[in-house]
């Protein structure tokens, strides 16, 4: 089974820069490098909206709209791990993130959309709130 988790969530004050970091957890996940990637935020009452995603070998990096010039995705595939940061924060971008990992990402490969119908794995989720 493909398990994740996230960290570096928390207490961001505006303008500032976000740093998450998407990890397997325990010793799971071991073929890391035969995934796509990706980080998703939500917020209550909203759909959970795709941020960025990156191709198995980390060549190929796609962003969402609201993100785009702000963030950028990385991966690690010796070390197994997932990065994304966010610049210059705004209360705007308070919200769950996740990373998720998907075998095949048909929509993001065909399309450029960044969609949760793509990915089969979810971590649980970090928290982040920009504030003052």
């Known amino acids: 089974q493909v398990r994740l988790v996230e960290s570096g969530g928390g207490l961001v004050q505006p303008g500032n820069t976000l740093k998450l970091t998407c990890a397997r957890s325990g010793s799971s996940f071991d073929n890391f490098d035969n995934y796509y990637m990706a980080w998703f935020r939500q917020t209550p009452g909203q759909e959970r909206e795709g941020l960025a995603a990156?191709?198995?070998?980390?060549?190929?990096?796609y962003y969402g709209s609201s993100v785009k010039g702000r963030a950028t995705i990385s991966r690690d595939n010796i070390r197994k791990v997932l990065y994304l940061t966010i610049d210059n924060l705004q209360a705007g971008d308070t919200a769950m993130y996740y990373c998720a990992a998907s075998s095949d990402a048909g929509t993001l490969r065909n399309r450029g959309v960044i969609s949760v119908h793509d990915f089969q794995y979810w971590g649980p989720g970090t928290q982040v709130t920009v504030s003052s």
């Open positions: 990156v191709s198995v070998g980390g060549g190929n990096k």
